[in-house]
């Protein structure tokens, strides 16, 4: 069954611990869990995200997901608000997971990962989820 | 962008066959002018299991994992000069498994990013097996058996070629070739390359500058079709630098002593003949670079009644056209240099005369080229054995001498000194152009493809001469030769 994680990662966590929490989680379920990981720009206290490729991103990202594969998971991991992300101190920014934009949408354990505009092309997100 | 106006009720205006350097490129130049291209890839696992991701040899088990190894291997050179420099490099060691998994994270980087570049390009790609119908139809299969059938107007030939195994037992039980080298899972242990081509040289050259203990088993001469003085050289400092070779010898058999773990190479004892004698010698992993055959056969030629050699490289006119009217063929399949530039040239200039308006050929004289072996080798035009064949010896001028980089004066004296060459051959008959470059030395490709500009415009001898060279740099040698094979006179160094 489809699962999905909204995690709160924002500030006063660390980027680091965000992937070794990946890896974690991937590791504790099944090992057949398709486990993906969405990097979006923390929302304000009115629910409006800062970042306006994200805000694009999200209803793609929430109808191709509808056709992942059987155990799939998502964790959307909040990497701050606008001046939180631009610091280059931000752990997000230094972590394993070296992202260096947002949104990035990722398949954990692979080397498949989608940046910016390219998370609200449709076939682009429909071909990460998909099974190989 | 417009697509093309289509005369034909095909499901493709073209497909592609193999998703390497050629075949991509030529792909996604077609989709660029408005044409409807599908791409088939697929690989057939090796003996050893080995299989990888969309973007042919050179991304995956060719040129790039082979750069980097090479480059790591030089790295373990550098660091013993960098002690003669004043560094302290005293914990140094070298991971097999750490190498491997950061190479191996790029190439599967890559291979998703080609597949998000073909779908951002709207190139249909199949990770199936494709095989002739007719001329307008394929088969493709994938990995679970599912079948479909495709037609297309035209088709591009571009699967490329794979090792070969000698006919010696034990050989695709135990061995393994460049298919498996790069993503090997165990450390390799003593190795055995066996092959005198580039490819076995280039792989013998890496592992032992990684500190492992390496043999070369050879037929008998090395890097044939290169400039014979080159080879020699590379072959002396190979051996100079502690690489055993075996020459001349072949395998006879191979025999499993202890089995391959997840995490350890096999223990193998391998029989060879030299000098009619047989002999043996054990192992943990043997490598085999006797050659590499193109996939012609593979996709069901006869359906096509596609022409092909006995060795089933595919002729083609100067357009890339094979016998059948709507085939095409480039990269590995043809017999030309089986480089990965020249693919994707020839690739991009046959979609713009299919679907653009262009006429240009790819101009497949005069194209450089670099072997990465420990002393690094590279070259344009002729060797010297070609040049004297097509030109006559009395017209052919020799310039050669050897030279010494500025940055390893400071290491000590060694039976590695005296390696690094240069030559320019010349054509007398004609205002001595120059019709080969051969270097010898660090930074070979990027010397090499810089002066490779002068040959294809027709530079002369006394344009070098002309020309004034930057010091100190390795590249000044082509600026100041004097001394002619022909006089005989001794190229040993002198002092700047």
Redesign the interface.
Known sequence: PLMLIAAEIGLGSSGINAEYGLRAVKEYQDSSLHLFALFTGTPDENGKSWCPDCVRADPVIEEAIQNAPECSCLITAYVGDRVTWKDRNNNFRKSDLQLTSVPTLIKVGTEKRLEEGQCSNRTLVEMLFEED | MPELERAHEYNFDLAVIGGGSGGLACAKEAAKLGAKVVVFDFVHPTPQKTTWGLGGTCLNVGCIPKKLMHTASLYGELIEDAKQYGWDCSKVGHSWSNMVGNIQ?HI??Q??KI??DL??KNVTYYNEYATFVDTHTVKSVNKRGNERTVTADKFVLAMGGRPNYPDVPGAQDYAITSDDIFSLKYHPGKTLCVGASYISLECAGFLHGLGIDTTVLVRSILLRGFDRDCADKIGSYMEASGIKFIRPGTPSRIECVKEATETTAPELRVFFTVDGEEKSDTFNTVLFAIGRAPLTDKINPDAIGLKYDPNLKVPVDEAEKTNVDNVYAIGDLLNAPELTPLAIQSGRLLAKRLYGNSTILTDYVNVPTTVFTPLEYGSVGLSEDQAVAKYGEENIEVYHTKHTPTEQVVRESSPLDGHNFAKLICNKADNERIVGLHYLGPNAGEITGGFSVGLIMGATKSDFDRLVGIHPTSSEVFTTLKITKRSGLSIEEEDC
Request: net charge positive; hydrophobic share 35%; proline share 0%.
């Open positions: 994270s599967k980087a291979n998703w597949r998000v779908r951002e």
